[in-house]
């Protein structure tokens, strides 16, 4: 209503505060009504949801991860790499997150409780896409970072279902792991099984080859036979040498037709002949010349190479595939069962109390809003209306100069 100068009543920045008490004392019959039926109607749907229950079980990694038991001591003796590349470390929940939320799991859950049916997604244009959504919804997967452990807890509203489904999950990470881990480590002990053969032939290739050698040369260790055969070399020389200087001695004194200057003569001469069939290779301490020494030698060092070299390889290779073979042939744990699944005594959700609190305070807001709303509109209704019926002023015309 206009006041008599013609213009509408507005509502100050002062008195809005008071303005508004008024209104919602003036309704508060409306929103106290709105409120209550707005809480009753929350009570009667939420007594009318149905009860889920969730059950969980609890989940640790092995301990040692898969390098327990006979791995370990085997791991024990090998480089650090070696154990790395056969996971001797713990490893973390990723590889067993991924398995739970497989689509083959998901599926074989389905499958193994009619969830199609449970979930009434039967008349679905996708049953199974349908089914497996909400299969999702009610799985949790929680990984505790505090106490490491995995939990998996599935609601249904079948208790003794939703513990079976839970323990069915844990049995069947169980399984997948285990085929998973005997494919990895068949694969790998049939690669290092090659490795460890192409190893044992080329030792069996040395074998022969030093074979050759020894009856070649004659030579079994050349550094030991060399010190015996300088040692000789050096006895026969000075047993020369002596038996030289007592046949000038005797010679001088006696003349060479003396027997005894006679017998040392060639007692000298047998003495010499020793030493250098000696530095011709023909004593048996050392079969081989002064001048083949060089090449013996450096043969012998190929050969003691060769063989240094195959064996640091099997000392490597020989631990590995004895634990790739004991790998492939027991029996893989994914995660150690701290607890199974139990039916739940006591549902999990609906939170009744919680819905109806909620539903009672944002339809008592609502009331306050709606009531507080239209009150505004009836004070600045009038005001716009007259507004829009008051003419537009023309347009001042243009001036040109």
């Not at 007594?47 to 092995?62: D, I, K, Q, T, V």
């Not at 069996?204 to 030991?224: C, H, I, M, P, W």
């Not at 027997?259 to 060639?266: A, F, I, S, T």
Request: charged share 20%.
């Amino acid at each position: 209503m206009a006041t008599s100068n013609g213009t509408y009543p507005t509502l100050s920045n002062s008195s809005t505060f008071w303005w508004a008490v008024r209104t919602l004392l003036r309704r508060r019959i409306f929103i106290i009504g709105f409120t209550t039926v707005a809480a009753i109607a929350a009570v009667v749907i939420s007594l009318l949801l149905p009860n889920w229950y969730g059950a969980s079980a609890r989940l640790l990694m092995p301990e040692g991860g898969s390098g327990a038991g006979l791995g370990a001591a085997l791991l024990r003796n090998i480089s650090g790499a070696a154990a790395s590349l056969l996971g001797g470390g713990g490893g973390d929940y990723t590889r067993y997150m991924a398995l739970l939320t497989s689509r083959t799991l998901r599926e074989e859950v389905v499958q193994e409780f009619d969830l199609i049916a449970v979930y009434e997604n039967t008349d679905s244009e996708t049953p199974l896409e349908d089914t497996l959504k909400d299969l999702d919804g009610n799985t949790e997967l929680e990984v505790d970072i505090e106490y490491e452990f995995l939990s998996i807890t599935v609601f249904d509203k079948d208790p003794e279902r939703a513990a079976a489904m839970s323990n069915f999950m844990v049995d069947r990470l169980n399984e997948m792991n285990g085929r998973l881990s005997s494919q990895h480590a068949r694969v790998f002990r049939t690669s290092v099984e090659g490795r460890f053969n192409q190893a044992m032939a080329d030792l069996d290739s040395l074998k022969n080859r030093t074979r050759d050698f020894q009856a070649r040369y004659g030579v079994f260790d050349l550094e030991a036979q060399a010190s015996a055969f300088l040692e000789l070399v050096a006895q026969s020389r000075a047993e020369a040498i002596k038996l030289e200087i007592q046949h000038r001695g005797l010679l001088e004194q006696y003349g060479p037709d003396n027997p005894q200057v006679q017998l040392l003569g060639r007692m000298v001469e047998e003495a010499e002949r020793t030493y250098q069939a000696s530095l011709a290779g023909q004593e048996m301490v050392l079969p081989v010349s002064q001048a083949e020494v060089p090449q013996v030698n450096r043969e012998f060092m190929d050969l003691e190479q060769d063989r240094l070299i195959q064996e640091a390889v099997l000392e490597v290779i020989a631990p590995i595939y004895e634990q790739a073979k004991f790998e492939e042939a027991r029996e893989v744990t994914a995660v150690q069962i701290v607890d199974r699944a139990i039916p739940p005594a006591r549902k999990a959700r609906p939170a009744r109390g919680i819905i109806c609190i909620l539903t009672t305070l944002s339809a008592g807001l609502l009331a306050v809003i709606y009531v507080l709303g239209s009150a505004w509109w009836t004070v600045q209704a009038p005001m716009v209306a007259a507004h829009l019926r008051e003419p537009q002023p023309a347009p001042s015309p243009d001036v040109t100069v």
